[in-house]
T-cell receptor, first 116, second 112 residues
């Protein structure tokens, strides 16, 4: 079935540094990638939608300069958390419409970001 | 916009049936989904139902959709300890952007 590979699984970084999270569609082309953020014991909050070859669409309240999204190819979308702060610590998950998963969406395994 | 709500916690004994409920506000959702999330992991699609269906059964899973009441439920028969996880319902909403609107998630605890 459709697989979205997300890396890293977890990362610890110092305040002020930047962290890049990658999501790759392994056996299908993902023209669209959704990026979510999930706080402990809470639901998924959509941050932005990336489309291959065009600018990402950010949800209201999400700082586009802080959360840089790039969708450089049909199989790769990246989220870069710039100048990270402890409040950016969260679980980040990507999702793409999965070609072989029927009408569902295929999710990456998530990235646990801890900013110290 | 679409609003999706779920009860937050459900505890059952192994072998019992579990019923997780969800209500939504936007009746224009074409599809409604159930996802499972285990600790520290991404979301796994369990099943989905078209908005023009009332019921869908897939092995131990039964999805019921009451369009009049905008109520969706997931029944897990013969619940096992491996079913312990957070379950999210999600709707596609009226937007054609493909965005999913998630409920808060229901934590299912299965006691041996």
């Amino acid at each position: 079935g459709a697989v979205v590979s997300q890396h890293p699984s977890w990362v610890i970084c110092k305040s002020g540094t930047s962290v890049k999270i990658e999501c790759r569609s392994l056996d299908f082309q993902a023209t669209t990638m959704f990026w979510y953020r999930q706080f402990p014991k809470q639901s998924l909050m959509l941050m932005a939608t990336s489309n291959e070859g065009s600018k990402a669409t950010y949800e209201q309240g999400v700082e586009k300069d802080k959360f840089l999204i790039n969708h450089a190819s049909l199989t790769l979308s990246t989220l870069t958390v710039t100048s990270a702060h402890p409040e950016d610590s969260s679980f980040y998950i990507c999702s793409a419409p999965g070609a072989s998963s029927g009408y569902g969406y295929t999710f990456g395994s998530g990235t646990r970001l801890t900013v110290v | 916009g679409e609003d999706v709500e779920q009860s937050l916690f459900l505890s059952v004994r192994e072998g019992d049936s579990s019923v997780i409920n969800c209500t939504y506000t936007d009746s224009s959702s074409t599809y409604l989904y159930w996802y499972k999330q285990e600790p520290g992991a991404g979301l796994q699609l369990l099943t989905y139902i078209f908005s023009n269906m009332d019921m869908k059964q897939d092995q131990r899973l039964t999805v019921l959709l009451n369009k009049k009441d905008k109520h969706l439920s997931l029944r897990i028969a013969d619940t096992q300890t491996g079913d312990s996880a957070i379950y999210f319902c999600a709707g596609s909403g009226s937007s054609n952007t493909g965005k999913l609107i998630f409920g808060q998630g229901t934590t299912l605890q299965v006691k041996p």
